[in-house]
């Protein structure tokens, strides 16, 4: 019993101190702690994948490993998401003064199979945002780097003026509706449900839990239940956010239970213990001839999804290239991305790098990848510029979407394509010196030309260009038809030249001008 309350100590200790690192990481008050996603077991597996990634498989292979030892230690411990639902379980249970109690629940494991099958179908042929909206650490990051921060923000800049430690902080972009209810609305569901009744989500809907359940039924040293010992007495059913103890038939379900050892720190009697029960030798029955309805109806089930899956996730995958920003301009992918294609497959739409964006200018996508990219982060330039120097998004990105950027191959990685739109600059329609986006253009892919009355317009030189906004952004000029210079998106990223380069081309090709005759 001793042995219990201190695992179980720890893991209250240990899991608020990954909930409290996450939410650092999510709030841009801690970049380093966003490093910790790493860790997660969907994000390392995809960035192992994706990137071949050596610490991320280990990280993986941690993960299950430990589920195939001992259990779920890692849905209690490191899952941000299971925190937040232990503590609303807790809420619940305080105010509804323990009306809201736990009991047993039915071990809906065909339908936490199907769900992960279906998700990981569609996945596969090319839409990630159901596993994403189902992933609980993407869940999570997706409310914290939204919603969550929006309201962090808020409250410290109406602090600021009361409290002298406090720095204003700027906003950020606007979150889409539709994708922030879709997880907000989630989120909501999840934690109302834990109040009521524990972990429903995590053994139902959740593909982690899912696949850890999996490997936690053929543990080595699961948590179990001794029936020897055990006197029925029902306390550790009272305590058990999982719903997987059967007093009646003196059973713990492991591939249900989450190892958040409440049961073992109740038991009087030591009946909870770590270890396989000795299996009883039963006489052979006589091979029964009724016929499993239950087993060929998920059969059919699967074989449907299977059927329907696959070519869905390619269908919406196909509708990403017919995805436009506002004012028809071709979305702007995260530095790193590489192809929209392989970024649409690969990113969970965590939010991560959104929150820690420098430049305030990456959000949630609504439709501008098209249905395949709601919720993944695209740069919107009217509110921030990409950085120069910054790369956050591509340090952090724990799946493996976007590639980690060396300094040089950020200063020269190609995220759009300027478009200089004259008869919308004010040079031209008021007749007044500019040159702001020339002057703020870290790469010299804008300079300015002579025009008339002495006068200089901007002009574009593309090898140079790398699209990171920063002309749009300071560009003056406001209007339905949008501003004088707007960054378009590209299919693929690519290398931009070298501006010492391009100049002595520029100069090597001018035309020799002639001697003065007289």
């Not at 993986?60 to 639902?85: D, E, N, T």
């Not at 600021?160 to 606007?174: A, F, N, Q």
């Not at 478009?419 to 703020?440: F, I, K, L, P, Q």
């Not at 593309?462 to 590209?490: D, R, T």
């Amino acid at each position: 019993m001793l042995k219990f309350r201190l695992l179980k100590y720890l893991r209250i200790v240990v899991s608020l101190f990954v909930l409290a690192g996450f939410l650092a990481g999510f709030s841009s008050l801690a970049v380093w702690c966003g490093e910790a996603a790493k860790g997660e077991f969907l994000p390392s597996f995809l960035r192992a994948l994706t990137r071949f990634s050596i610490v991320s498989l280990v990280l993986f292979a941690v993960v299950a490993a430990s589920a195939l030892l001992a259990g779920r230690f890692y849905c209690s411990f490191c899952c941000p998401l299971g925190v937040m639902q232990d503590i609303f379980a807790r809420l619940g249970r305080l105010v509804s003064f323990n009306r809201f109690r736990y009991k047993l629940q039915p071990n809906l494991k065909r339908t936490r199979c199907l769900v992960l099958l279906i998700a990981v179908l569609l996945a596969l042929g090319g839409w990630i945002v159901p596993l994403g909206l189902l992933d609980p650490y993407s869940l999570f990051g997706r409310n914290a780097a939204g919603v969550g921060q929006a309201l962090f923000i808020e409250g410290n800049n109406s602090l600021y003026g009361r409290v002298d430690s406090v720095v204003p902080l700027e906003p950020r972009p606007e979150v889409p509706l539709l994708p922030a209810a879709l997880a907000g609305g989630l989120l909501l569901a999840v934690l109302g449900a834990a109040a009521y009744r524990g972990r429903i989500f995590c053994n139902t809907l959740c593909p982690v839990g899912a696949v850890l359940g999996l490997l936690a039924r053929r543990a080595f040293f699961p948590l179990g239940l001794d029936p020897d010992k055990c006197m029925r007495c029902g306390q550790c059913v009272k305590v058990c956010k999982a719903g997987c103890i059967d007093v009646r038939n003196r059973r713990l379900d492991t591939e249900r239970c989450v190892a958040c050892m409440n049961c073992g720190a109740v038991c009087r009697f030591g009946a909870i213990r770590f270890g396989r029960r000795p299996e009883k030798e039963v006489p052979p029955e006589e091979p029964k001839q009724e016929v499993d309805r239950g087993r060929r109806a998920f059969l059919a089930a699967a074989g449907i999804s299977a059927a329907l899956a696959l070519p869905a996730g390619r269908l919406i995958r196909h509708s990403a290239s017919s995805g436009k920003a506002a004012g028809g301009v071709p979305p702007v992918m995260p530095p790193g991305a590489g192809s929209r294609d392989e970024f649409l497959r690969r990113c969970t739409g965590c939010g991560l790098c959104i929150a820690n964006c420098t430049g305030h200018t990456l959000k949630p996508a609504f439709l501008e990848y098209g249905l395949a990219g709601m919720g993944q982060p695209v740069l919107s330039f009217e509110v921030g510029k990409c950085e120069f120097e910054c790369r956050n998004c591509s340090n952090l990105c724990p799946t493996g979407a976007l590639k980690k950027l060396t300094a040089d191959e950020k200063h020269h990685c190609r995220i759009g394509e300027v478009r200089y739109y004259r008869e919308r600059c004010v040079v031209v329609t008021d007749g007044t010196s500019c040159g702001a986006c020339a002057e703020h253009c870290p790469t010299g892919a804008l300079q300015m030309v002579p025009y008339r009355d002495h006068l200089t317009i901007p002009q574009v030189v593309e090898e140079l260009c790398i699209g990171c906004g920063c002309c749009q952004y300071i560009c003056p000029v406001s209007g339905a038809e949008g501003k004088a210079v707007m960054v378009h998106g590209v299919a693929e990223q690519t290398r931009a030249a070298d501006p010492h380069r391009v100049l002595e081309k520029t100069e090597t090709e001018q035309p020799e001008t002639e001697e003065f005759p007289f």
